[in-house]
């Protein structure tokens, strides 16, 4: 049995329509997190530097809450641009490869590959997340247990997989010649 693959029928075309509704919503609540996450840490730093140099005292536990902030606001905006494809890249084949069906196939590979490794993390992550509800460890100031951090390692990498794996249909499909590259 032949695998339909035009556009706007089969198989793939529901797996993209379902993964961009899931995109709207999640990017719709996200945003406005990493908005707020961006903004706490930056107002943090911003007292953390005033309390050391003009107070003379340190604001006790600013360092883990800054932490905590950070690790999700990098894996949330690293979501996003995954979503957006605006994720940073240093693809210098299609540039030697030119718009033909070579260049495709290496957006195909490179897409692959990092597939792969997103889910290399997300075993890792589970893993790591594991290990933390196991040992129980929280930071030493407020103890907020340290799972709080790493579960953003294992969300990160479900958004990976789930964008890159729809970069993979959508290149899949452009190399078929089923669809026009974005």
């Known amino acids: 049995m032949a695998i339909d693959t ?9 797996v993209l329509t379902l993964i961009d509704r899931f995109d709207h919503w999640v990017t719709t609540a996200i945003r406005p997190i990493v908005v707020a996450l961006g903004l706490l840490i930056a107002f943090a730093f911003a007292a953390g530097v005033f309390f050391r140099s003009v107070v003379g005292s340190p604001v006790f536990g600013l360092e883990e809450l800054v932490l905590l902030a950070a690790m999700w606001f990098y894996l949330l905006g690293a979501g996003l641009a995954s979503s957006e494809r605006s994720h940073l890249s240093a693809d210098f084949l299609p540039m030697l490869l ?11 590979f490179a897409t692959a590959l990092s597939l792969m490794m997103a889910v290399f993390i997300l075993v890792w992550s589970l893993d790591l997340v ?19 951090s790493q579960a953003s390692l294992m969300f990160g990498a479900c958004l990976f997989i789930i964008y890159l794996s729809r970069d993979f249909l959508r290149d899949l499909l452009v190399l078929l010649g ?4 974005d």
Do not use: H, N
């Open 130 to 148: 594991s290990w933390g509800l196991d040992k129980r460890q929280g930071t030493p100031v407020f103890g907020i247990p340290w799972v709080v």
């Open 6 to 14: 035009r556009p706007g029928s089969g198989a793939i075309q529901r």
């Open 98 to 108: 030119g718009d033909g069906k070579a260049a495709q196939a290496v957006q195909l």
């Open 178 to 181: 089923a669809r026009e590259a």
